[in-house]
């Protein structure tokens, strides 16, 4: 696939086959994911592998559409405002070219925005300084989703004087 091939094709995935991740492949799709623009080159990012026992915990409806892999991905605060809002768009950066790397190999991840709940914080031992971007599902595909239509980018473009 080339990049435009991966992004069209690219689905949030609801339906993952039980086909194990190894920690060596899901070690390249994130460092993949580290190659992401990051002003002032904080890195913020941080990647939780959740296990069993804390994925239990988390108790999501669809424990995660059986993915064989979970993940938190965490962005670090800046030292002011500004700074910890450019590190989460990093951090988002760093989810989008692992969410990439993976599809390009087959691999898809389910979204799961939960993980930055209180409750969901204290499973995961999250402090204070920072943000949950997302819980993860990682796994092949069972089923790939018709794509969501997207508006014409033409009704997004404004072209000032
Ligand atoms: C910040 C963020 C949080 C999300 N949280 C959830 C979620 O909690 N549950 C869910 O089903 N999808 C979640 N998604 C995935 C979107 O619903 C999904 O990307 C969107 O429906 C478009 O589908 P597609 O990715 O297959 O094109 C999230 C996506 C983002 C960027």
């Not at 609801?14 to 920690?23: Q, T």
Request: charged share 25%.
């Amino acid at each position: 696939m080339n990049t435009l091939e991966t992004i069209y094709s690219r689905r949030n995935i609801k339906s993952f086959k039980s086909d194990p991740i190894e920690m060596e492949q899901l070690s390249k799709w994130l460092q993949a994911g580290t190659m992401a623009p990051n002003h002032k080159m904080t890195e913020p990012w941080e990647v939780y592998v959740v296990g069993p026992e804390t994925r239990e915990k988390l108790n999501h409806k669809t424990d995660f559409f059986h993915a064989p892999v979970v993940l938190a991905i965490l962005s670090k605060h800046g030292k002011t405002e500004v700074e910890t809002v450019e590190n989460a768009l990093a951090t988002a950066c760093f989810v989008q070219n692992f969410n990439l790397a993976a599809w390009e190999e087959g691999v898809g991840t389910f979204w799961c925005s939960m993980g930055n709940a209180q409750k969901n914080r204290d499973i995961l031992g999250i402090s204070d300084e920072y943000d949950v971007i997302g819980v993860f599902g990682v796994g092949y595909p069972e089923e790939i989703n018709q794509p969501k239509e997207r508006t014409s980018i033409e009704e997004k473009i404004k072209h000032l004087p």
